[in-house]
């Protein structure tokens, strides 16, 4: 179980608490927020997808970078809102 001095990327996105623990486990904020942003780029037809070719592998690491990257921006700007 995490503790709430847990940075808040990788505390749990639909979590229970308490004054001291978190009661529920599961997908940290980062990995919730980087699942949406994946989402939301499958879904948009304007956004090339990766071919089945040798740079298949590749360029799905590539897109999953970017909807890490978009989680991390906008964990960065939460943060920054405080």
């Known amino acids: ?3 709430v001095d847990t940075k ?3 505390r749990a996105a ?8 978190y009661l529920q486990e599961g997908l940290t904020k ?5 699942g949406q942003a ?4 499958i ?11 040798d740079k298949k592998e ?5 897109f999953s970078a970017i909807a890490v990257e978009y989680a991390d921006a906008l964990l960065s700007a ?3 809102e405080a």
């Not at 980062?30 to 980087?34: D, G, H, K, N, V």
């Not at 994946?38 to 780029?41: D, E, R, T």
Request: charged share 25%; aromatic share 8%; proline share 5%.
């Open 1 to 3: 179980m995490e503790n």
């Open 8 to 10: 808040n990327q990788d």
């Open 14 to 21: 639909f979590a229970c608490c308490d004054e001291v623990n």
């Open 30 to 34: 980062r990995e919730y927020y980087a």
């Open 38 to 41: 994946m989402a939301a780029m």
């Open 43 to 53: 879904a948009n037809p304007n956004i090339l997808r990766p071919q089945e070719n």
């Open 58 to 62: 590749s360029d799905l690491l590539k």
């Open 78 to 80: 939460l943060a920054n």
